[in-house]
């Protein structure tokens, strides 16, 4: 049974800096692309940053290009981001996603497994 368990969210102020994680389990962790997504409250959820299989190459959101990292550690079997410079706006629930080794995760369409999700609230 494939699990991902987010952690590391929580309560900052605007400014500051969050780092997530999310583990996984059931899986062979090297074989799967990683991703983050968000929801904020009454919005849809939306693609933050995914990283290819190696660690090679990693994608994000123009909203978060310059404050946030992702990086993975395949012998942890562990994902991270690293968001930086927190703004209100980046308030939301953070979902851990695994998808294809072989295309980039850009949309929902291209995950196959999803965490529960981790709140960050991001104080003005």
């Known amino acids: 049974q494939v699990q991902l368990v987010e952690s590391g969210g929580g309560l900052v102020q605007a400014g500051g800096s969050l780092r997530l994680s999310c583990v996984a389990s059931g899986l062979t962790f090297s074989n799967y692309a990683m991703a983050w997504f968000r929801q904020a409250p009454g919005k849809a959820r939306e693609f933050v940053s995914a990283v290819t299989w190696g660690g090679s190459r990693s994608d994000y959101a123009d909203s978060v290009k310059g404050r946030f990292t992702i990086s993975r550690d395949n012998a942890k079997n562990t994902v991270y981001l690293q968001m930086n410079s927190l703004k209100p706006e980046d308030t939301a629930i953070y979902y851990c996603?695994?998808?294809?080794?072989?295309?980039?995760?850009?949309?929902?369409?291209?995950?196959?497994?999803w965490g529960e999700g981790t709140l960050v609230t991001v104080s003005s």
């Open positions: 996603a695994a998808g294809s080794k072989f295309r980039p995760i850009t949309t929902m369409e291209t995950v196959y497994y």
